[in-house]
């Protein structure tokens, strides 16, 4: 018998979350179907709902970010719970105080999920085996590790462009070998049942045997691995995860691998692009495709508030409050997206 996910309570609910792995497609879907509702919390006059009232909610980042910190705030802020933003330069961490330490301090003050970035692989895990049992933990990226809110933003944006994931092609272009963003996001992808998944990079930018270790096709040239695809997600050179010099310039980069409107011609028409950001511009993408009118790189960044408002509500367990919080069948009618549970995800 294999080991409960930790992930999990003992009723098969998500307490944490802390990677893609080893979660049911069902649960993914169920994440997706209740940030949809969500979307609808943006339009009203007052943006919030009281699924989190009286919970303290703590953002412990450290390693920078713009868009997962300020996000999570603001879902936080949306579902009404109190927000606490450790600014981990200016903490005791900078004076030497140890991670659990920083943890249990801030148990004392009886907060309840705890959203953590780290350079750490493995660090979110940790700090899930060391919480007090009411506690939650969410990954907000670790290492070469994780982001898997990232990832369920990401297959949230394609299921709203595409409105299925079978049959789908995405191709993820760029540094696969350093990317937590790709590491969950093919996760998700395959667990979704999307039909193809294509890596495209350098080699020394792609992870050992990463066909049989990923199941996804690689490939070396970025106009024949966007040929047909319906999503092309760029990727940042993650040049504080390289320990050597693994490309031989970003310029010589850009000539084989960024994307131009030239090269995305062969995409399918209807191909949308994305980004998790920040984008290098000129690196990785021309400005033209990052503000053309295929990229979806801003609705991203939109789209992260209802999925990290559907991520956080269902770890703090509000699934009995949900409904009478919630318009969501007059959302799903008002948007003519497929209805939960009965589209193919
Ligand atoms: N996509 C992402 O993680 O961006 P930030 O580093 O700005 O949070």
């Not at 080893?22 to 649960?27: F, M, P």
């Not at 996804?216 to 319906?230: K, P, S, W």
């Not at 409904?323 to 959302?331: G, Q, T």
Request: aromatic share 4%.
């Amino acid at each position: 018998m294999s080991p409960p996910d930790p992930q999990l309570d003992g009723q098969g609910n998500l307490k944490h979350f802390l990677t893609i792995e080893g979660l049911s497609r069902e649960l993914l879907i169920e994440i997706l179907d209740r940030a949809e509702g969500f979307l609808g919390v943006a339009q009203q006059a007052v943006k919030k709902v009281p699924l989190c009232r009286g919970k303290v909610i703590a953002n412990l980042f450290f390693e920078s970010s713009t868009r997962t910190r300020t996000t999570f705030e603001l879902a936080a802020k949306r579902l009404s719970a109190d927000v606490l933003n450790l600014n981990v330069s200016t903490s005791a961490t900078a004076k030497g105080e140890t991670l659990l330490d920083t943890l249990r301090n801030l148990e004392a003050m009886h907060v309840d999920m705890f959203v953590v970035r780290h350079a750490s692989s493995g660090a979110a895990h940790f700090i899930a085996s060391h919480a007090a049992p009411h506690v939650s933990i969410i990954n907000a990226g670790d290492g070469r590790h994780a982001h898997p809110t990232q990832a369920m933003l990401d297959m949230f944006t394609i299921r709203r462009h595409k409105g299925r994931f079978r049959e789908l092609r995405v191709a993820i272009v760029g540094d696969i070998l350093h990317s937590r963003v790709a590491r969950s996001q093919i996760l998700a992808l395959k667990t979704l049942g999307v039909a193809e998944v294509r890596v495209i990079a350098p080699r020394t930018l792609l992870p050992a045997r990463v066909e049989e270790a990923f199941g996804v096709r690689a490939f070396h040239d970025l106009a024949e691995g966007v040929r047909d695809v319906e999503v092309v997600i760029m990727l940042r050179l993650q040049h504080e995860r390289m320990n050597s010099a693994l490309l031989p310039s970003e310029h010589e980069y850009f000539q084989l691998f960024g994307l131009t409107e030239e090269r995305l011609a062969g995409a399918h028409p209807d191909a949308i692009v994305m980004h998790p950001g920040p984008i290098n511009r000129g690196v990785e993408m021309d400005s033209q495709v990052a503000d053309g009118s295929r990229s979806v790189i801003l609705e991203q960044v939109s789209n992260g508030i209802a999925v990290r408002m559907a991520v956080m509500s269902m770890c703090i367990g509000t699934q009995n409050l949900l409904s009478a919080a919630m318009p969501l069948a007059r959302h799903w009618q008002g948007v003519g997206a497929p209805v939960p549970g009965q589209s193919d995800g």
